[in-house]
T-cell receptor, first 116, second 111 residues
Framework: SAVISQKPSRDICQRGTSLTIQCQVD?????MFWYRQQPGQSLTLIAT?????????ESGFVIDKFPISRPNLTFSTLTVSNMSPEDSSIYLC?????????????FGPGTRLLVL | SQQGEEDPQALSIQEGENATMNCSYK?????LQWYRQNSGRGLVHLIL?????REKHSGRLRVTLDTSKKSSSLLITASRAADTASYFC???????????FGKGTLLTVNP
């Protein structure tokens, strides 16, 4: 099973600034995913990040707002740029390949972001 | 757009009772998964049922899948206070392994 850590665990930021969230996995994985969970809501996939290629963004999410890096098979970052209060959410990374098989995902503990 | 729609949105029961949560989805799937989230933290995978399966058990969990109705249910038997959490269904399909999550059910189990 994969162990995933995220930094920071939480942050309070001012509008107009940017925050970079780190996701570290203890094993090499091909596919990593970034999700946003707005207050009281479900998870929405932001993008899929594969090592060695550009991230694939879902409808409604753009690279300028959420740039993603995937420099190797154990690490990824998500930047939330030019933040507004509407960006206040929990941001979660996950990796493919849960204990059942490739279809399931392991999740990090999340980064709780509050934008003032 | 969200695939899954869970109901109820919130469920409060007493310890020892059974809890049933339902999920509906919109398009074809390869599998349907259930995850649990404690207090806004990371999600934990509970159980996966494939599109060619109708029922699956894991410990106190029982999940059913009706592809003709595009719906699934999760039953937790003999609930415990530690089962208090949000439960999400997630539709899996295609070779890209993406999951589309439902809105979730907040389960509260009172001691």
């Amino acid at each position: 099973s994969a162990v995933i850590s995220q930094k920071p665990s939480r942050d309070i930021c001012q509008r107009g600034t940017s925050l970079t969230i780190q996701c570290q996995v203890d094993s090499q994985v091909t596919m990593m995913f970034w999700y946003r969970q707005q207050p009281g809501q479900s998870l929405t996939l932001i993008a899929t990040a594969n090592q060695g290629s550009e991230a694939t963004y879902e409808s409604g999410f753009v690279i300028d707002k959420f740039p993603i890096s995937r420099p190797n098979l154990t690490f990824s970052t998500l930047t939330v740029s030019n933040m507004s209060p509407e960006d206040s959410s929990i941001y979660l990374c996950s990796v493919q390949g849960g204990r059942i098989g490739q279809e399931t995902q392991y999740f990090g503990p999340g980064t709780r972001l509050l934008v003032l | 757009s969200q695939q899954g729609e869970e109901d109820p949105q919130a469920l409060s029961i007493q310890e020892g009772e059974n809890a049933t949560m339902n999920c509906s989805y919109k398009t074809s799937i390869n599998n349907l998964q259930w995850y649990r989230q404690n207090s806004g933290r990371g999600l934990v995978h509970l159980i996966l049922i494939r599109s060619n399966e109708r029922e699956k058990h894991s410990g106190r969990l029982r999940v059913t899948l009706d592809t003709s109705k595009k719906s699934s249910s999760l039953l937790i038997t003999a609930s415990r206070a530690a089962d208090t959490a949000s439960y999400f269904c997630a539709a899996g399909g295609g070779s890209n392994y993406k999951l589309t999550f439902g809105k979730g059910t907040l389960l509260t189990v009172n001691p």
